[in-house]
């Protein structure tokens, strides 16, 4: 095998992500990680489930919002939390800090990760449970692919579920 | 930290391989340190990311990181990767004899 550029030169080093929630502030964190990963010349290889699939549906991903009520690290009241129209202000106020420090939008971080080579994989599960196809997703998903498929796709990985 | 011989010269790096002092660099180091990243020759390309490196560097005290880099240098997200395939956002700045990019992206 040949020298990463960054481990001890044995083996390549591999990621894989498990996305598994559709909120703006959990899409970030394994866009961020696969995105970093990438950069340091590691492969990383992403498997959107479940509630993660909004994250690569075409006509969601700009809509995501930021989940509020039962989130303790808010510090906010939970009652005040659940009152109409908190979750979009606060959600408002993720993207504009987003902007201020111009991180990427969620469309864009999978544009950025296409670009950087990671591969990005739906649930089949999860798809025909939510009656999506692969038309509908964007165009940077690889595929939609069975759990089996993952741990082929993902051996020797480290593996982080999010 | 410790030092070590890059074209014939005495470095010091951190312990990533990591050049500590910025003003010990020069073009020929840039090359060898490519060189042990397997990018051999340095093409024009690689010169435009590593003269704004170092310009960005000298300018904010920090090196970029590649978002900042596609931004500004006119080299774009895939051309990085094509320029750097073992990791842009750390190769761009040890070869331009700078520390690794403190931001996430």
Known sequence: MTDNGNGNGETPRKVAII????????????????????????????????????VIHDK?????????VGNPATHMPAMVAGLPGMEGLATKMMKKKIDELDI?????MIEILDDAGAEIYGCQMAAEMMDIDKKDLLPQVKDIITAMDFFDKSEGAQTIFI | MSTTTIA?????VNEDGFMLNPDQWSPE??????REAG????????????????RDAADKGEAPGVRRITKNAGVSMKEMYQLFPKGPGILSSKISGLTKPKGCI
């Not at chain 1, 969601?60 to 509020?68: E, F, P």
């Not at chain 1, 990427?104 to 864009?108: I, L, M, N, Q, S």
């Not at chain 2, 180091?29 to 490519?34: D, G, N």
Request: aromatic fraction near 10%.
């Open chain 1, 19 to 54: 996305c598994s929630k559709g909120s703006l502030d959990m899409a970030y964190p394994g866009l961020i990680l696969a995105n970093a990963a990438r950069m340091m010349g590691i492969d990383a290889v992403l498997f959107f489930t479940f509630w993660g699939m909004d």
């Open chain 1, 60 to 68: 969601r991903v700009d809509k995501l919002h930021t989940g509020i």
């Open chain 1, 104 to 108: 990427p939008t969620v469309r864009e």
């Open chain 2, 8 to 12: 014939g010269q005495e470095i010091e």
């Open chain 2, 29 to 34: 180091i840039a090359a060898e340190l490519a």
């Open chain 2, 39 to 54: 990018i051999d020759p340095l093409t024009d390309k690689h010169w435009q990311v590593i003269d704004f490196c170092r």
